[in-house]
C-alpha cells in the first residue's frame, strides 16, 4: 500500500500505459483520477476499479480542460498528490502525414506538440497550484525518443525532448521556490502498447515487424505497460522522496548502447 491515502491524477489512462498506471495505483491504496479523451474507454476502467477511482474528461492541450479539472479536484479532495502526465500522440494515428524531417506535415507537428508538450506543461503548472501547499509528485511520462533523434517521426521526438528538458525546470523551480514537490521523467521504449499498433501492421507482416524490432533489444522481447507503471510508481511514492529531475529509462537496455539508431 505504498500510496495509501494519495489523491492521483493519471492522463490518457483509458489504455496503454497509463491504464497500468491507475490500477496499479489503485491497488497500492490511491484514490485515482483517471482522465482521458476516450470517455467510453475510461469510464469502463474507472467503473471496474470501482470505489476510490473516478473518470474525468480531458483533454490536455485545452487549458479550459485543466482549470475545470483542478477546480474539481480542489473542490471534491482538496488537494493532488501525484500528477502522471502519461497522455501522449506519435502523429501516426492523429493524422495523414508525412512525419519525415523533409516533409512534415506543419498541422501533425502542431498537433502532436499541442498534446505532448504544452499538455505536460498545462499539467504541470496546475499540479504545482494544488500540490504547493502539501508537497507531491509529479511524474512526466517522456520517451527513448526524447533522447535519441527519429528521422520518421520528427514531431514526436521532439515533443518527448520538451517533455525531458521541461521536467528538469519544474524540479528546479519547485526546489528555489521551497515546494515540496518531486518532478521526474519516465523514458519507456519498446513498451507493447495500442500506439504501436499503427506501426506494426497485420498477419505475417506485423509478427516480422515485432521480431526485426526485438532483434535491437537486449533485453530480447517488448515490455508491458506494467513494467512502465512500475517505475512511475517508484516516483509516484515516498520512496523517492530526494529523487527529482532524473530520467528514468525503462527499455529493455536499448539505450545502453545495443542499438540506438531506429531503422526506417
Given at each position: 500500500?505504498?500510496?495509501?491515502?494519495?489523491?492521483?491524477?493519471?492522463?490518457?489512462?483509458?489504455?496503454?500505459?497509463?491504464?497500468?498506471?491507475?490500477?496499479?495505483?489503485?491497488?497500492?491504496?490511491?484514490?485515482?483520477?483517471?482522465?482521458?479523451?476516450?470517455?467510453?474507454?475510461?469510464?469502463?476502467?474507472?467503473?471496474?476499479?470501482?470505489?476510490?477511482?473516478?473518470?474525468?474528461?480531458?483533454?490536455?492541450?485545452?487549458?479550459?480542460?485543466?482549470?475545470?479539472?483542478?477546480?474539481?479536484?480542489a473542490k471534491r479532495y482538496g488537494?493532488?498528490?501525484?500528477?502522471?502526465?502519461?497522455?501522449?500522440?506519435?502523429?501516426?494515428?492523429?493524422?495523414?502525414?508525412?512525419?519525415?524531417?523533409?516533409?512534415?506535415?506543419?498541422?501533425?507537428?502542431?498537433?502532436?506538440?499541442?498534446?505532448?508538450?504544452?499538455?505536460?506543461?498545462?499539467?504541470?503548472?496546475?499540479?504545482?497550484?494544488?500540490?504547493?501547499?502539501?508537497?507531491?509528485?509529479?511524474?512526466?511520462?517522456?520517451?527513448?525518443?526524447?533522447?535519441?533523434?527519429?528521422?520518421?517521426?520528427?514531431?514526436?521526438?521532439?515533443?518527448?525532448?520538451?517533455?525531458?528538458?521541461?521536467?528538469?525546470?519544474?524540479?528546479?523551480?519547485?526546489?528555489?521556490?521551497?515546494?515540496?514537490?518531486?518532478?521526474?521523467?519516465?523514458?519507456?521504449?519498446?513498451?507493447?502498447?495500442?500506439?504501436?499498433?499503427?506501426?506494426?501492421?497485420?498477419?505475417?507482416?506485423?509478427?516480422?515487424?515485432?521480431?526485426?524490432?526485438?532483434?535491437?533489444?537486449?533485453?530480447?522481447?517488448?515490455?508491458?505497460?506494467?513494467?512502465?507503471?512500475?517505475?512511475?510508481?517508484?516516483?509516484?511514492?515516498?520512496?523517492?522522496?530526494?529523487?527529482?529531475?532524473?530520467?528514468?529509462?525503462i527499455d529493455g537496455g536499448i539505450?545502453?548502447?545495443?542499438?540506438?539508431?531506429?531503422?526506417?
Amino acid at each position: 500500500m505504498r500510496l495509501t491515502n494519495k489523491i492521483a491524477l493519471v492522463t490518457g489512462s483509458a489504455r496503454g500505459i497509463g491504464q497500468a498506471t491507475a490500477e496499479l495505483f489503485h491497488k497500492e491504496g490511491a484514490t485515482v483520477l483517471i482522465s482521458d479523451i476516450l470517455d467510453n474507454e475510461g469510464r469502463k476502467v474507472a467503473e471496474q476499479l470501482g470505489e476510490k477511482a473516478e473518470y474525468l474528461h480531458l483533454d490536455v492541450g485545452n487549458e479550459d480542460h485543466w482549470i475545470s479539472a483542478t477546480e474539481h479536484i480542489a473542490k471534491r479532495y482538496g488537494r493532488l498528490d501525484v500528477l502522471v502526465n502519461n497522455a501522449g500522440i506519435t502523429g501516426f494515428l492523429e493524422s495523414s502525414g508525412p512525419w519525415d524531417a523533409e516533409n512534415v506535415d506543419l498541422k501533425s507537428w502542431e498537433e502532436v506538440h499541442r498534446v505532448n508538450a504544452t499538455g505536460v506543461m498545462l499539467g504541470c503548472k496546475y499540479a504545482i497550484r494544488l500540490m504547493k501547499e502539501m508537497g507531491g509528485s509529479i511524474v512526466n511520462v517522456s520517451s527513448r525518443s526524447g533522447v535519441v533523434g527519429i528521422p520518421g517521426a520528427v514531431a514526436y521526438a521532439s515533443s518527448k525532448a520538451a517533455v525531458r528538458n521541461h521536467t528538469k525546470s519544474v524540479a528546479l523551480y519547485c526546489a528555489e521556490n521551497g515546494f515540496k514537490i518531486r518532478c521526474n521523467s519516465v523514458h519507456p521504449a519498446a513498451i507493447m502498447t495500442p500506439m504501436w499498433e499503427a506501426m506494426l501492421g497485420e498477419g505475417e507482416e506485423r509478427q516480422s515487424m515485432i521480431e526485426e524490432v526485438e532483434f535491437g533489444i537486449p533485453m530480447g522481447h517488448f515490455g508491458e505497460p506494467l513494467d512502465v507503471a512500475f517505475g512511475i510508481l517508484y516516483l509516484a511514492s515516498e520512496e523517492s522522496k530526494y529523487v527529482t529531475g532524473i530520467e528514468l529509462t525503462i527499455d529493455g537496455g536499448i539505450l545502453a548502447g545495443s542499438e540506438a539508431k531506429p531503422r526506417k
